[in-house]
């Protein structure tokens, strides 16, 4: 597996985007994390929510250099909207090495959603989905039994496990255990296959 491939694997859950909005908002709602990779911190991320009327975006800036094989920097940038709680839109922007490296959009057509990939047309989900990925930095899942992922267009599965402790399993059966006090996220474990990382609320 290559490194960059690696550092993809590994950060999938890790980062969020939002767009601005300053007229007839709510109060930013910002949450801010260490990641961690052998006891040390190796990446800043940065969660924003912000809500405008029936919309709530989600913003986040992350950025992580780590050497694994060779020195890599992934940069993530999510912008989500929701509007009436389900899903509308949702861009993923990967670069690494200050490179362009994926642009994967979800947009919801009516009666589905069309996910794309590098402006190609990747597949369909059909139905609505009110429970993505990026909700896991605010919300705890509690009675949620899946979760959509923006990175891949795939459905991840949650178990809890008690005293607000989840268990996320991701399409490739990768585990990511997530901790939660007062519905908010406190830290969690990534299982990357051969490297794990950890994130911890400042």
């Known amino acids: 597996m290559s490194s960059t491939h690696l ?11 939002l767009k601005d909005n300053k007229v007839n908002t709510q109060p930013y709602n910002t949450l801010s994390f260490n990641i961690i ?25 992350t950025t992580i250099n780590a050497r694994i094989i060779k020195e890599i920097e992934v940069n993530y940038k999510y912008d989500v909207t929701y509007e009436n709680n389900l899903l509308k839109k949702a861009n993923v922007l990967i670069d690494v090495n200050n490179k ?14 069309q ?8 597949k369909v989900v059909e139905g609505d989905i009110t429970y993505t990925t990026i909700l896991l930095y605010f919300k705890e899942p509690i009675n949620i039994e899946k979760c959509y992922s923006e990175q891949d267009g795939s459905f991840n599965t949650i178990v809890p496990l008690g005293n607000h402790v989840y268990k996320k399993i991701n399409a490739k059966d990768q585990e990511n255990i997530y901790h939660y006090e007062d519905g908010i996220l406190k830290k ?4 990357g296959g051969l490297v794990n990382f950890e994130i911890v609320a400042q």
């Open 7 to 17: 550092i993809l694997t590994i950060c999938t859950l890790l980062f969020l985007n």
């Open 37 to 61: 990779h052998k006891d040390k911190i190796v990446g800043k991320l940065q969660a924003i929510k912000t809500t405008r009327n029936s919309k709530v975006n989600y913003q986040s800036i």
């Open 100 to 113: 362009p490296h994926t642009d994967i959009t979800t947009n919801w057509k009516g009666n589905h959603y």
């Open 115 to 122: 996910i794309s990939k590098n402006s190609k047309k990747e």
């Open 188 to 191: 969690a474990k990534i299982n």
